[in-house]
């Protein structure tokens, strides 16, 4: 697989890139820009941000919403289906993580795949291959996740806790989340599956970077991923 982005013709004017935006102020106009020379409509929902999120996506170009207050990213995610799918010319949307961990030319191939292929959904898997490397601890941790959310859902993934997907437009009118933390990951893979639309698995590579490792989102997120599997 070419580790290269592709050059793009035109940019994509019928998939929406979804992005929730929390407190990623120095890194979002980065994510933008790289997306702006494939996708026409980047959408960031800023959903409460403190340190000037929004004033750099909008900057970038990005198309903006946003949440007075902190709703958790289930709320910015519904949000920005909602927003995406008022507009008549969204045929997909693709969710994308606003810390730059996602890479431009795995949402390129997951679009084409399910283009190719007429699948609904397309999930972003990092253990499909051994390119990511999250730890050790992470690594457990997301495995006993993927493993609850197997047993709530009726889809057999590999990575259920991967922000990285692409979903047609009748997958996503089917989308009500309702979980605000990271218990939004297994309510979407257990609403997308109740459609019964056909669906696949593309491997993915997520960068842990310096950026998102002094955030402590490495272990961090993945722990709070189990709390709310376990309370919700």
Same mark, same amino acid.
């Given at each position: 697989m070419s580790s290269s982005v592709p050059a793009p013709s035109a940019p994509d004017r019928s998939a929406w890139v979804v992005?929730?935006?929390?407190?990623?102020?120095?890194?979002?106009?980065?994510?933008?820009?790289?997306?702006k020379p494939h996708f026409a409509h980047?959408?960031?929902i800023d959903d409460g941000s403190s340190d000037g999120s929004a004033a750099e996506a909008a900057k *970038?170009? /990005?198309?903006?919403?946003?949440h007075p207050v902190n709703l958790g990213q289930g709320a910015a995610l519904q949000t920005g289906f909602a927003y995406a799918?008022?507009?008549?010319?969204?045929?997909?949307?693709?969710t994308f993580d606003a810390d730059g961990q996602h890479r431009i030319e795995d949402a390129i191939g997951m679009l084409e795949l399910a283009r190719?292929?007429?699948?609904?959904?397309?999930?972003?898997?990092r253990f499909l291959d051994d390119r990511t490397n999250p730890g050790w601890i992470k690594k457990v941790i997301l495995k006993t996740a993927v493993w609850v959310t197997n047993l709530t859902t009726s889809l057999k993934l590999t990575?259920?806790?991967n922000g990285l997907r692409v979903i047609r437009r009748d997958a *996503?009118? /089917?989308i009500d989340l309702r979980q605000d933390r990271m218990a939004h990951a297994t309510e979407i893979v257990l609403e997308l599956g109740r459609t019964h639309l056909p669906w696949k698995?593309?491997?993915v590579e997520l960068l842990y970077t310096d950026y998102s490792k002094a955030k402590g989102q490495s272990v961090l997120n993945s722990v709070n991923i189990l709390v709310d599997l376990v309370v919700r």
């Open positions: 992005i929730p935006l929390y407190n990623e102020a120095s890194v979002i106009g980065g994510v933008v820009e790289s997306l980047i959408v960031c *970038a170009g /990005a198309l903006l919403v946003q799918l008022a507009h008549p010319e969204c045929e997909y949307i693709v190719h292929d007429d699948v609904a959904i397309v999930f972003g898997s990575d259920a806790h *996503a009118e /089917a698995e593309y491997p």
